[in-house]
């Protein structure tokens, strides 16, 4: 790809720095001194709550919205700041929208040319390929009502790829698909960008699509990047309970500090505390991952904590459990020998694996 040819060697191909984005009349801003870089070739994903502004930073990255405060630049050059607004078209920016934004009334073939300059002449072949990169040739003439979501989705991505553009965004491309199409058209956009050598960028609340496609992954909450890591080291090393809370589903509990162990009135649990060492009697976060407890047998004494909640999903049942407050966490484990509802448990850790824990917030 002729972009990125003129950058130095490690620098990013995407760089914001402290940007700022504001809609009018809204009281606060939707991109809040956000920053962070993409490196050439890098598949970086964005995960976030709806309304965290997710949607807004790939706006802003493609031009279709105007940077406040701060600085975008693309391969090395400022694309945008308060002075500055380099139009959409000469970014060299692909986006594939959330409900894929196809034009109803033109052919596959027609929808894939839109944004190729000499689309009859020189441009032809590079929507020949994009078409048969997302194995869709032979479905030229049809219309988009005459596909399915899946191909729609694919028709979105050939149409963004054409062009050739130094960076694709995608913006939870999957969201209306279903959850065994989604799994295989994620395979297949990693695929595909991954042969093309396209740098990309995909946002979504998805937590499972965001760690398995990402090289990174950066955690948004409004509209400031918390974190960005590789996945694992998000996963196991998350710097706040809202970035551990985002990253695997979990409860979080009060917790006081004891020695190696962390109190909470859902048990005693070793603890690892990635914000650096506390001391006895500090109250803390307690992060809780549902996948990483388990229940075992109550043996009389000690505090209340009843199985209320039992939802079976054929090799996991998902078990809430009251606690003494009456507040309920849950608890995912393997279905064998299920516990009936009314049963009194003891929670606890399988192999003492230290639960994540970040001082209480005042
Ligand atoms: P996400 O994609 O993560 O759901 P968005 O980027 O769409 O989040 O939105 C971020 C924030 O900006 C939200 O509070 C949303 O309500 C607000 N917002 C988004 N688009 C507009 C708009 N066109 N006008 C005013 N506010 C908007
Ligand atoms: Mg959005």
């Not at 491309?173 to 960028?201: C, H, K």
């Not at 609340?205 to 974190?227: C, F, N, S, T, W």
């Not at 917790?255 to 109250?283: C, H, K, M, W």
Request: net charge negative; proline share 6%; aromatic share 6%.
């Amino acid at each position: 790809m002729a972009s990125a040819n003129d950058l130095q060697p490690g620098a990013p191909l995407l760089e914001m720095s402290d940007v700022c984005v504001t809609y009018p009349g809204a009281a606060s801003p939707a991109l809040d001194n956000l920053s962070l870089s993409v490196q050439t070739g890098e598949f970086l994903t964005i995960l976030g709550r709806s309304g965290s502004g997710k949607t807004t930073v790939l706006r802003a990255i493609a031009g279709l919205e105007r940077v406040h405060h701060g600085q975008l630049s693309i391969g090395g050059r400022v694309v945008a700041d308060p002075r500055t607004h380099v139009k959409p078209e000469n970014r060299r920016v692909g986006m594939v929208f959330q409900d894929y934004a196809l034009f109803p009334h033109l052919s596959v073939i027609d929808n894939v040319a839109f944004g190729v300059q000499d689309s009859g002449g020189s441009g032809r072949a590079s929507i020949i390929r994009a078409l048969e990169m997302v194995g869709l040739d032979g479905y030229e003439e049809r219309y988009p009502h005459e596909l399915s979501g899946g191909q729609q989705q694919r028709v979105a991505l050939a149409r963004s790829l054409a062009p050739d553009p130094v960076i694709l965004l995608l913006d939870e491309p999957f969201s209306n698909l279903d959850r065994q199409l989604r799994g295989t058209l994620r395979r297949d956009v990693l695929d595909i960008v991954e042969s093309n050598g396209t740098t990309a960028v995909l946002v979504t609340h998805d937590r499972e699509e965001a760690l398995g496609m990402a090289d990174r992954i950066a955690i948004m909450e409004a509209g400031r990047v918390l974190q960005v890591g590789a996945p694992v080291d998000l996963y196991s090393n998350s710097t706040s309970s809202e970035v551990a809370q985002l990253i695997a589903p979990s409860n979080t509990v009060r917790g006081r500090i004891a020695g190696p162990y962390v109190d909470t009135e859902a048990g005693r649990f070793r603890y690892r505390s990635p914000q650096g060492p506390l001391g006895n009697g500090v109250f803390v976060d307690a992060v809780l991952r549902v996948h990483d407890l388990e229940l075992g047998p109550w043996e009389g004494g000690g505090a209340l904590r009843t199985v209320r909640y039992r939802e079976y999903q054929g090799e996991f049942t998902e078990y809430g459990i009251e606690l003494p407050s009456l507040r309920r966490i849950y608890v995912r484990r393997r279905s064998i020998a299920p516990l009936e509802i009314g049963t009194r448990v003891v929670i606890t850790a399988p192999f003492d694996r230290p639960v994540l824990v970040y001082p209480e917030q005042p």
